[in-house]
């Protein structure tokens, strides 16, 4: 298992978070403390309980799960900019090549079908 999400009152995760680490060698779990995070409005309680000293902290405006932004605000601003950033490098690199074979790959890039039906009908 790589990634794990808890969510809950403050205490309330603390104590899956410590069950989890106390069960490591029954259930060959671990977590990787230096990479989780620890995400929140306000950080004052946290600093209170060592549970979380070693956890990353992300606002919750900040806040991605897998890389997508889950609300909208600075996260998902984010995501959208580096998402132009990627077409605009793109773009640039295909004016490198020539019409034809530019053309082809944008076309195939933009028209991949998202499920098997939409594949049949291509072939």
């Given at each position: 298992?790589?990634?794990?999400?808890?969510?809950?009152?403050?205490?309330?995760?603390?104590?899956?978070?410590?069950t989890i680490m106390e069960s490591s060698s029954e259930t060959g779990l671990q977590l990787k403390?230096?990479?989780?995070?620890?995400?929140?409005?306000?950080?004052?309680?946290?600093?209170?309980?060592?549970?979380?000293?070693?956890?990353?902290?992300?606002?919750?405006?900040?806040?991605?799960?897998?890389?997508?932004?889950?609300?909208?605000?600075?996260?998902?601003?984010?995501?959208?900019?580096?998402?132009?950033?990627?077409?605009?490098?793109?773009?640039?690199?295909?004016?490198?090549?020539?019409?034809?074979?530019?053309?082809?790959?944008?076309?195939?890039?933009?028209?991949?079908?998202?499920?098997?039906?939409?594949?049949?009908?291509?072939?």
């Open positions: 298992m790589d990634d794990l999400t808890l969510s809950g009152d403050l205490h309330t995760v603390e104590r899956d978070i410590t403390v230096d990479k989780c995070e620890i995400i929140t409005d306000d950080f004052t309680e946290i600093s209170t309980l060592a549970t979380f000293n070693d956890f990353i902290r992300v606002n919750k405006e900040d806040m991605t799960l897998l890389g997508a932004p889950v609300l909208k605000g600075k996260a998902q601003d984010k995501a959208i900019q580096d998402k132009i950033d990627d077409l605009t490098r793109a773009v640039e690199r295909l004016k490198h090549l020539e019409a034809h074979d530019a053309l082809v790959i944008l076309k195939n890039s933009l028209a991949i079908p998202s499920d098997s039906k939409a594949q049949s009908h291509m072939s």
